[in-house]
């Protein structure tokens, strides 16, 4: 059976981005705020998007990004795990592959 696993997602950056140098390839991190609307009233309410980019996108994303930005991501969902405490945790986040930058305005209030 074939799989396929792909996402696009917009919205804001709810902090400024993160870059660390793992062995020779620069990773970015950041937090995208999706707003999303519920029942016959619409009421908005956010989803929170753990965000990964490598290499010189991720040199890019950590230039050019700031909180507040309006982004569309391109990507897959990867889950992994890791055990602390005794615990086990799930992660999950969205590996970027493709960023377009949206707007360069301040963005909803809801979505901060």
């Known amino acids: 059976m074939a799989s396929y696993n792909q996402v696009t997602l917009v919205g804001v950056l709810h902090d400024n981005p993160e870059e660390k140098t793992i062995g020779k390839k620069k990773r970015t991190t950041f937090i995208l705020a999706v707003e999303r609307y519920l029942g016959k009233e619409k009421k908005p309410a956010v989803d929170y998007f753990?965000?990964?980019v490598w290499g010189k996108l991720a040199?890019?994303?950590s230039t050019y990004l700031q909180k507040g930005k309006k982004v569309l991501v391109d990507g897959k969902i990867q889950i992994?795990?890791?055990s602390q405490d005794g615990e086990?945790?799930?992660i999950t986040e969205i590996i970027g592959?493709?960023?377009k930058f949206l707007s360069?305005?301040?963005p909803d209030t809801n979505l901060k």
Do not use: L, S
């Open 104 to 106: 360069t305005n301040t």
């Open 80 to 82: 992994r795990t890791m």
């Open 50 to 52: 753990n965000i990964v």
């Open 88 to 90: 086990r945790k799930w």
């Open 59 to 61: 040199e890019v994303c």
């Open 97 to 99: 592959e493709n960023i």
